[in-house]
């Protein structure tokens, strides 16, 4: 079944560590995105790519960091700089126009 | 881009129809209105677009008013599964989904 997968469901990040979350989609979907979710809130972009080795910031993308290097992979890398990291992650994916986003089940992020 | 106006909460009986509002009195003329909900800790669904035509499919329905400043996502029998938070979201066609922004939405609770 075409998708997007999304790991771990749970991470667990200590303090001044750095933690990738992994996002794929076999959906040859051009364009991927990350969101953040803090509990009772909306979704916030953090980055988005509209085609393979290129990306932009979103409006919450200070202590994030992502690559593009292949059009079904999208990875988040949650940097000791953000200080607030604890939150649901989602990744989502579309084509190139964005009418429909696909999300994934997301991962939820928590700090020890 | 164009604002939207949910209310925070609402309550529906099992079978039922649920009926839930939306105003986006600043839409402009070449914004669609989409729905999406979110089941508890799982990414967003597509649910149903419009432009200005009443739209339906297996999931819904979408009535949009005549001057477009509001609309209403009807799930004709809700059952349980629906209960969830559905946004209400407007973009102009076309656009990237970075521009598909998610509000707080609407907790639609189905209750036996």
């Known amino acids: 079944d075409g998708g997007i997968t999304q790991s771990p469901k749970y991470l667990f990040r200590k303090e001044g560590q750095n933690v990738t979350l992994s996002c794929e989609q076999n959906?040859?979907?051009?364009?991927m995105y990350w969101y953040r979710q803090d509990p009772g809130q909306g979704l916030r972009l953090i980055y988005y790519?509209?085609?393979?080795?290129?990306?932009q910031k979103g409006d919450i993308a200070e202590g994030y960091s992502v690559s593009r290097e292949k059009k079904e992979s999208f990875p988040l890398t949650v940097t000791s700089a953000q200080k607030n990291p604890t939150a649901f992650y989602l990744c989502a994916s579309s084509t190139v126009t964005g009418e429909k986003l696909f999300f994934g089940s997301g991962t939820q992020l928590s700090v020890l | 881009d164009a604002k939207t106006t949910q209310p925070p909460s609402m309550d529906c009986a099992e079978g039922r129809a649920a009926n839930l509002p939306c105003n986006h009195s600043?839409?402009?003329?070449?914004?669609?209105v989409y729905w999406y909900r979110q089941i508890h800790s799982q990414g967003p669904q597509y649910i149903i677009h419009g432009l200005k035509n009443n739209e339906t499919n297996e999931m819904a329905s979408l009535i949009i008013t005549e001057d477009r400043k509001s609309s209403t996502l009807i799930l004709p029998h809700a059952t349980l599964r629906d209960t969830a938070v559905y946004y209400c979201i407007v973009r102009p066609q076309g656009e990237y989904g970075n521009k598909l922004v998610f509000g707080a939405g609407t907790i639609l609770r189905v209750k036996s």
């Open positions: 790519s509209q085609i393979v080795n290129d990306f």
């Open positions: 600043t839409i402009s003329g070449n914004e669609y």
């Open positions: 959906l040859n979907h051009d364009a």
